[in-house]
């Protein structure tokens, strides 16, 4: 977000999913002052998203009124999904110059070339940032009181946590206690 100078209070963020990254781009994008739109394929993230996390909107993906209702609207979308999913329907909804970085690793990318071209939208990459920038997100992370959404747990219990991870069945990641496991 901040290589995109996506850290300036009064643009506005999508973002694509309300997982284990997700989550926590939504409350990067709030202690930024961005205004936050989360996507998702399911209503029952919604109380999630506007009243845990903070996010101004919520949108249903597959709602194509709702979506057409954001047409040109944002300045940055975060897409952390994994799974295959259209391009075109979101880069619809970024403005003029609007970038969506992918973070995310779906097996490809399928889009027309048109919805870069309209409106000098860009599809970017980002990979991990090196020790500097890592350290300015936990400085940030501190001063602005952020913190991932975990459920911890002991090691006996991975299968599970594994069944669990298929099914979508975690609020947002796992935490392993290595040193209680073994008491």
């Known amino acids: 977000m901040v290589r995109h100078n996506m ?8 973002v694509i999913g309300l997982g284990g990254l997700d989550h ?4 990067f994008g709030k202690a930024c002052g ?17 009243n845990l996390l903070g996010a101004d909107n919520f949108v249903i993906s597959s709602n194509t009124q709702q979506m057409e209702s954001l047409k040109n609207s944002l300045h940055f979308i975060v897409d952390t999904a994994a799974g295959d999913h259209p391009f075109d329907p979101y880069l619809s909804l970024l403005k003029v110059g609007g970038v969506m970085a992918l973070v995310g690793f779906p097996s490809e990318i399928n889009m027309h ?3 870069l071209n309209r409106g000098a939208r860009t599809l970017s990459g980002s990979i991990v940032g090196g ?9 940030f992370c501190a001063a602005y009181k952020i913190y991932p959404e975990i459920e911890i747990i002991k090691m006996d219990y991975i299968n599970e946590a594994l069944m ?5 069945d975690v609020m947002y990641r796992f935490v392993i206690d290595i040193e209680n496991s073994f008491k």
């Open 7 to 14: 850290n300036r209070p009064g643009k506005s963020l999508g």
């Open 24 to 27: 926590m781009a939504v409350k």
């Open 34 to 50: 961005l205004k936050v739109t989360v996507f998702s394929t399911s209503e029952s993230k919604r109380d999630e998203a506007i």
């Open 113 to 115: 070339p048109a919805s």
């Open 131 to 139: 020790t500097k920038d890592i350290q300015e997100m936990v400085n």
């Open 164 to 168: 669990r991870l298929v099914n979508r």
